[in-house]
C-alpha cells in the first residue's frame, strides 16, 4: 500500500496500526526519527514491548545526541507519547509482527507504506520473539556462554533456564529503576555485592552497554576462585570495565556509586551492602536478601502469636518478614522510597523478595516517624540488634560528633 493524503489522515492512520498491534500483542518496535520537536539534541526515540512484573509495557529510549534516557509507559500512557511524538518526527516505523509500516513526511507529502512480512520471516521472528520471550538481554551475547548459560548455538542449557529467567526479571527491574533516576553525565557506578559466578553482573554490564550507556561495575565476591573466573570471563567477553574485588562486603568501601546491588548475600551481609549504598548516596538500592539468621534467636514470640509462632516454619518467617521490614523501614528513614515485593514466581526460586530502595529527597536527618514505628516493632518481638540499624545509627552519631567538634 502507498498513498498519499493530508499529514493528520496519514498520521492518524499510522497510530491506528500502532494501537492495533499493541492491543494483538503484535508490536516489536517503533522507531521515530528526525525528531523536530522542543527537546534539544534529541534525534531519535525507540520503542519495544517488555513484560514487567508480568505486565505488557512500552519501553522507549530517546536518543540523544550525547545520552540516551530509558522511560517506561503503560500501553495506554504509551498511545498518548507516541501520538505526540509522531507529529513531532519526520519519520516513523512500526514493525509488528505482521507488518512493516512507514510514515515518510517531505515538504512535498507524506507519504504512508505498509509492508506484510513474508510468512518465512513471520516464522523466524515468532521463534526468535519465543526464545527471547521480549526479554532485554540477548541470548547470543558470548558472555552467556563463557558462564555456562547458553551453548555454543546460543541456546539455553535447559538446567540454566531458572536462572535465566531470575536474571532477565532481574535486569527488568533494573532497567525500570534505572528509569525513574536523573540521568548522570559521569560513568554509572554499579557495585554488586556477593557476586558469585556474577551471572547478574555480566547481564548487568552487557544491559547497560546496549543501552550505549558508559557502566563501570564491580562485583565483589569473598570467593578467590569464583572472582578469579569472573575475571578471565570479563577479559574474554572485553568488558573492559568490569572488575571483580575478591573481598569482605563489609570491608569493601568504593569511593562513589550510583546503583547497590546485592542478590542473595547471604545474611548481614546485606544489611553491610545497604549500608554502604545509604552512605555514598545511591541513587537505586536493589536487594534480594537470603539467609535471614541475625533476628530468629533473639526473637520472642508476643502472647497473641504463641499459637501461631509455636510452629517453627512460622517462627522463621516471621523472623525473615521482621528483618526485611526493618530494613525497608530503616531506608525510608534514611530518604529512600523503598518497596517490598515477590520478584520471580516462586516455582522458580525461593529466594524471591526484593526490596528496592530509590533515593527520594535529600536526607537532612533520619524520619523520626519511622524511627518510632522500628523502635516498637523491635520491642514487640524484644528484638536487641539489628545489623543495619546498628550500622546507620553509629554513622549518624559519628555525623553528629563531627559537627559538634
Ligand atoms: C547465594 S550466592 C549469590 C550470588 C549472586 N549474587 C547471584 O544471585 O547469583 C551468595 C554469594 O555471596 C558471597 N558472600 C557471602 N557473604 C559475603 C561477604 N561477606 N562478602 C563477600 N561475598 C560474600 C558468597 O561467597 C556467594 O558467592
Request: net charge neutral; proline share 3%; charged share 20%.
Amino acid at each position: 500500500m502507498c498513498a498519499a493524503a493530508s499529514t493528520t489522515d496519514q498520521e492518524q492512520q499510522f497510530l491506528t496500526a500502532v494501537q492495533q498491534a499493541i492491543a494483538t500483542n503484535q508490536f516489536e518496535r517503533l522507531v521515530l526519527s528526525q525528531y523536530q520537536g522542543e527537546r534539544v539534541d534529541l534525534e531519535k526515540i525507540s520503542m519495544r514491548r517488555i513484560e514487567l512484573q508480568n505486565r505488557p509495557i512500552i519501553q522507549c529510549v530517546f536518543k540523544y545526541k550525547t545520552q540516551d534516557v530509558t522511560q517506561n509507559f503503560e500501553p495506554d500512557q504509551a498511545i498518548i507519547e507516541i501520538e505526540l511524538l509522531l507529529s513531532q518526527s519526520k519519520q516513523a516505523n512500526l514493525f509488528s509482527t505482521l507488518h512493516e509500516v512507514q510514515l515518510k513526511k517531505t515538504k512535498k507529502k507524506v507519504l504512508l507504506t505498509q509492508h506484510k512480512i513474508q510468512s518465512s520471516s513471520v516464522q523466524a521472528s515468532k521463534t526468535s520473539h519465543d526464545r527471547e520471550k521480549n526479554r532485554l538481554l540477548d541470548q547470543n551475547s558470548p558472555y552467556l556462554q563463557h558462564l555456562g548459560i547458553c551453548d555454543a548455538q546460543a541456546q539455553l542449557i535447559p538446567s540454566m533456564a531458572r536462572k535465566w529467567k531470575q536474571i532477565n526479571k532481574f535486569v527488568e527491574i533494573f532497567s525500570n529503576a534505572l528509569s525513574q533516576i536523573p540521568s548522570s553525565d559521569h560513568a554509572l557506578k554499579v557495585v554488586d555485592f556477593g557476586s558469585g559466578k556474577g551471572y547478574l553482573t555480566f547481564a548487568l554490564y552487557d544491559y547497560l552497554l546496549k543501552q550505549q550507556q558508559t557502566p563501570s561495575v564491580t562485583g565483589v565476591e569473598l570467593n578467590d576462585q569464583m572472582v578469579q573466573f569472573c575475571q578471565k570471563v570479563a577479559e574474554k567477553s572485553e568488558f573492559s570495565q568490569l572488575e571483580f574485588f575478591q573481598g569482605d562486603v563489609r570491608s569493601y568501601q568504593p569511593e562513589h556509586l550510583d546503583v547497590m546491588i546485592a542478590l542473595h548475600a547471604c545474611d548481614i551481609a546485606t544489611d553491610f551492602a545497604i549500608h554502604t549504598g545509604i552512605r555514598l548516596n545511591a541513587s537505586v538500592i536493589m536487594c534480594a536478601p537470603c539467609c535471614h539468621k541475625e533476628l530468629r534467636p533473639q526473637m520472642q514470640s508476643p502472647v497473641l502469636l504463641q499459637p501461631m509462632l509455636q510452629f517453627g516454619i512460622h517462627a522463621g518467617q516471621q523472623a525473615e518478614m521482621l528483618t526485611d521490614t526493618i530494613r525497608a523501614l530503616l531506608l525510608k528513614a534514611y530518604g529512600y522510597e523503598s518497596k517490598v515485593f515477590e520478584f520471580v514466581a516462586l516455582e522458580h526460586t525461593s529466594k524471591n523478595k526484593m526490596i528496592l530502595a530509590t533515593k527520594r529527597r535529600e536526607f537532612t536527618e533520619p524520619d523520626p516517624l519511622v524511627l518510632e514505628q522500628i523502635k516498637a516493632l523491635k520491642q514487640h518481638y524484644g528484638i536487641k540488634k539489628h545489623s543495619l540499624e546498628l550500622l546507620l545509627s553509629d554513622q549518624w552519631e559519628q555525623h553528629d560528633l563531627g559537627k559538634k567538634c
